[in-house]
Structure formats: structure tokens, C-alpha cells
């Protein structure tokens, strides 16, 4: 398997656009979270899945964040307006339990930069 | 929902053994502590997870105290390749996730 894969790498956008990041988690993983890290908040988590169906969405900061899984090999985060305090780093993770029992596997990252 | 401290950074040289402690003073009875690495434009590495007394595999020790307040990250004779940012997660009985703000290791020659 190739790991957990994020697109885009890198994204940069104007104030007020839509951003979709993308993520496909390892195959027979039954969760997948978000997160998102920033020198001011370090790694915060965002929402995750279990199965496709999101469990707990406590950490979306706001109503402009909205994320879905509508199979087991595909995952969007959306944030719309986009915002310059939304400049972060997005990290998609899955795993095959809870993390209480197991390790979480991350993509590379999306690097998003809101001008 | 437990909070966890580290310190920021810690310098080391190549061979020595490093102990990077996590606090987590109001962790839960059945709250288990995990390690993770992150290197620069990398997303982070599991390393170790234990709930109480010491875990061991090839890369790493985790010692947790029996009032479990803190747990201590041990990695054994580092190299150059180890100097990274390495991250307590707390994981709740409640299932909460609760990461640690990151210690920056840099190992020295």
C-alpha cells in the first residue's frame, strides 16, 4: 500500500475562494481523522470518520469547514469562504481501530496558504 | 480532557540516550499515551504506545509511572537521523485525542 495520500501538496488561494483537500486513507482502515497543525495551535484535531460516518466534528472550527466521506477510499475537507487565519498545515490520518489501540498513519500533508 | 506538557526542545549528541517526558496530570484511568516523530514536511510517525509500567520495541521505551501524571519517551544511543519534533498524544476513555505541543530534539555530532 502506498501509505495515506493527500492532493493537493501545496494550495494557494485567494480569500474567499473554496478549497477542497483531498485524502485517501489505507485500504481496510475503518477511521480517518483530519487535522491541522499551525505553530500557534500545534496538531488539532479536526473531525473523524468511523466507517464513513463522522463521529465527532467537535474541533471544526466553524461552520466554513465541512468534511465528508462518502466511501472507504475517499475523503474531502472544504472550507468555504476560505481565510487567511485558515493558512495551516492539513493532515489526513486512518487506522484500522481507535487510536487507544492502535497507531494512525498520516499523509504528507497539504501546505494551504490563503492570501 | 487532559492536558499534556513538554518541553520545547532538548539538544543531545550522537550515542547518548534521550528521556523526553510528557505530563499529563489529569489523565484518566484508562487513558493510554502515545508517541509520534515528525520530521520537516512530513506528516507524524507512530513510535510507541503503553498504558502503564514500560513498553519496549526496536526503536524506543515508554516508562509510565504507577500515578501515571507523566510518561517518559526513551530512545537509545540517537543519531543525527533522530533529530525530529517527537509529540505525546493523550487518548481519552471518552475517546478525546489530546496531543502535546512537541519537543524538538536536535542530536548534535
Known amino acids: 500500500d502506498a501509505g495515506v495520500i493527500q492532493s493537493p501538496r501545496h494550495e494557494v488561494t485567494e480569500m474567499g475562494q473554496e478549497v477542497t483537500l483531498r485524502c485517501k486513507p489505507i485500504?481496510?482502515?475503518?477511521?480517518l481523522f483530519w487535522y491541522r497543525q499551525t505553530m500557534m495551535r500545534g496538531l488539532e484535531l479536526l473531525i473523524y470518520?468511523?466507517?464513513?460516518?463522522?463521529?465527532?466534528d467537535s474541533g471544526m472550527p466553524e461552520d466554513r469547514f465541512s468534511a465528508k466521506m462518502p466511501n472507504a477510499s475517499f475523503s474531502t475537507l472544504k472550507i468555504q469562504p476560505s481565510e487567511p487565519r485558515d493558512s495551516a498545515v492539513y493532515f489526513c490520518?486512518?487506522?484500522?481501530?481507535?487510536?487507544?489501540?492502535?497507531?494512525?498513519?498520516f499523509g504528507q500533508g497539504t501546505r494551504l496558504t490563503v492570501v | 480532557l487532559a492536558k499534556t506538557t513538554q518541553p520545547i526542545s532538548m539538544d543531545s549528541y550522537e550515542g547518548q540516550e534521550v528521556n523526553i517526558t510528557c505530563s499529563h496530570n489529569n489523565i484518566a484511568t484508562n487513558d493510554y499515551i502515545t508517541w509520534y516523530q515528525q520530521f520537516p514536511s512530513q506528516g507524524p510517525r507512530f513510535i510507541i504506545q503503553g498504558y502503564k509500567t514500560k513498553v519496549t520495541n526496536e526503536v524506543a521505551s515508554l516508562f509510565i509511572p504507577a500515578d501515571r501524571k507523566s510518561s517518559t519517551l526513551s530512545l537509545p544511543r540517537v543519531s543525527l537521523s533522530d533529530t525530529a519534533v517527537y509529540y505525546c498524544l493523550v487518548v481519552g476513555s471518552a475517546r478525546q485525542l489530546t496531543f502535546g505541543s512537541g519537543t524538538q530534539l536536535t542530536v548534535l555530532p
Open positions: 485500504s481496510g482502515h475503518d477511521y
Open positions: 490520518a486512518s487506522s484500522w481501530t481507535f487510536l487507544d489501540r492502535d497507531e494512525a498513519f
Open positions: 470518520f468511523n466507517n464513513n460516518v463522522p463521529i465527532d
